[in-house]
Each structure stands twice: as structure tokens, then as C-alpha cells.
């Protein structure tokens, strides 16, 4: 069974930070594309990071790189996102999401898009609200 948790969001004042934690389940977790995606009301999903688990490469979009960082936690099958100098239009659900078939160049696509497409991660978590107030 797939599954996919999320924890760490809250509020809090614009430059401060936050971290985000994805658990996984084992089959879910290894050898896998994992990301973080952010919604506003009555916008798409936008993806902002992402992570192969395998070598622990990474993805940032332009709109988060150099403030946020994701990184991984084998021995927990966790991914975390660590949000910092963070400003009110990173205020957002923010959702976890695996590729559910497990694409091993699923970092390469990534990055040749320079895009992560909603599409190719078949497995979310619930959410966790981040809220950034000035």
C-alpha cells in the first residue's frame, strides 16, 4: 500500500523558515523520483523540488532556488524540505509526490525539462498548509 506523509507546516513570519517532511513507504521511497509540488486557490500545482533517492540528485525550481533545500533520509524513507528566507508568496499547500512508476531517468527528464510535470508523479500525500504573513 502507498503511502506518503507529510508534516511540518504552520505559520510564520516572512524570512523565517520551515521544515517539511515526507514519509514514504519502502517501495515508494527507494530507487525513486520524490518531489515537493505547491497550490494556491484557484491555481495549478507548481513543482518545486525534487530528489532521486537513489543518488540523491536534485531539482530546484527557479522560483525557490538557493532559499529552499531538499534532501533525504535513507534510514527513515523520508524527504525533507527546508524552506528559508521565506516570503508571502510562498504561502501554499505544499504536497509530496512520488512517480509511481519509478522511472530511473526520472531526475534526467526532470532536468532536460527543467520542469517537474504534475503528471508524472502518480502518488500524493495529503498536504501540509505553509502560511507566510509579513
Known amino acids: 500500500e502507498v503511502r506518503m506523509e507529510e508534516s511540518g507546516g504552520g505559520s510564520v513570519q516572512a524570512g523565517g523558515s520551515l521544515r517539511l517532511s515526507c514519509s514514504a513507504d519502502?517501495?515508494?521511497?527507494?530507487?525513486?523520483?520524490l518531489g515537493w509540488f505547491r497550490q494556491t486557490p484557484g491555481k495549478e500545482r507548481e513543482g518545486v523540488a525534487a530528489i532521486y533517492t537513489e543518488d540523491g540528485s536534485t531539482f530546484y525550481d527557479d522560483s525557490v532556488k538557493g532559499r529552499f533545500n531538499i534532501s533525504r533520509d535513507d534510514a527513515k524513507l523520508t524527504v525533507y524540505l527546508e524552506l528559508n528566507s521565506l516570503q508571502p508568496e510562498d504561502t501554499a499547500m505544499y504536497y509530496c509526490a512520488a512517480d509511481p512508476l519509478k522511472v530511473p531517468y526520472c531526475m534526467s527528464q526532470i532536468r532536460l525539462n527543467d520542469e517537474m510535470f504534475e503528471a508524472n508523479f502518480g502518488h500524493w500525500g495529503q498536504g501540509t498548509q505553509v502560511t507566510v504573513f509579513s
Open positions: 519502502a517501495d515508494t521511497y527507494g530507487d525513486n523520483c
